[in-house]
């Protein structure tokens, strides 16, 4: 849909003498994949390059999410944060903008298929919470509707499928716009024509979880990519940011 180059600099959130921690952006491979082989720009080795030495990714973030993605600086460091993540340690919240008016507050329970790499593996367990924080109708025909509805919703995902919350939320027929594989394509391109956002709009604002080291409470933070803030501001959701602590903007992503 739209390609970017990156700024050399990612925006570091966190920095200490074992971990490191970035807001990713939109559109950006966590590290080299068979699958995006053309690709030639990638979060771990942009890090090292802007660091000087080898950092090790604790967990992923789809190439079209943006926020925060946690490093290790060693094999030894990365260790912790990895079982940390598997046995669900790490409290996670994103926010998507999705179509339709959403429940209020729902639990979306429903197994997750593998990809189609991966057909002969079972469906997996995947629980999904979610709250709506705000909706807006906008006046422009989609499909057989004169209108378009859409919500804005924080979402923590209690397990880590890959493609979690895209499948759920397409599950529940509330596709996050941008999502090319999961999503609506209608919705999808009038965002893009209509109001110039070609993103998924799904955002991984804050990482929670016991750091290895000091045992202390390790709250991580990723402000909001412009286009995403900017979309929130124009459908009046900025007393929804406000109290979600989301009034940030990551300037130039």
């Avoid at 926010?95 to 079972?122: C, L, N, Q």
């Avoid at 804050?206 to 501001?233: D, F, K, Y």
């Amino acid at each position: 849909m739209h390609e970017r180059n990156f700024e050399p600099v990612l925006e570091i959130l966190y920095e200490d003498e074992r971990y490191v921690a970035v807001n990713k952006p939109n559109g950006l491979l966590v590290h080299r994949t068979r699958i995006a082989e053309e690709k030639k720009e990638f979060a771990l080795q942009m890090l090292r390059d802007q660091l000087g030495y080898q950092v090790y990714a604790a967990h992923r973030l789809d190439r079209g999410t943006s926020g925060v993605l946690l490093f290790a600086k060693s094999p030894e460091a990365t260790g912790p944060l990895v079982k940390a993540f598997e046995d669900r340690l790490v409290s996670k919240t994103y926010y998507a903008i999705v179509r339709g008016y959403t429940a209020h507050k729902e639990t979306i329970d429903s197994p997750i298929r593998p990809d189609k790499d991966h057909k002969h593996k079972a469906p997996q367990e995947a629980v999904t919470h979610y709250t709506r924080l705000a909706t807006v109708e906008l006046p422009i025909p989609v499909g057989r509707y004169s209108t378009a509805r859409y919500s804005l919703v924080q979402v923590q995902p209690e397990t880590g499928r890959m493609h979690q919350i895209r499948k759920h939320f397409a599950h529940i027929r509330h596709y996050i716009i941008g999502d090319r594989r999961h999503g609506d394509w209608r919705h999808n391109q009038m965002f893009w024509e209509e109001l110039h956002s070609p993103f998924l709009l799904l955002h991984a604002a804050s990482l929670e979880l016991v750091h290895p080291v000091t045992g202390q409470l390790w709250v991580i933070q990723a402000p909001m990519p412009q286009n995403m803030h900017r979309l929130c501001l124009q459908f009046g959701w900025e007393e929804a940011l406000n109290e979600a602590g989301l009034t940030a903007v990551a300037v130039g992503l």
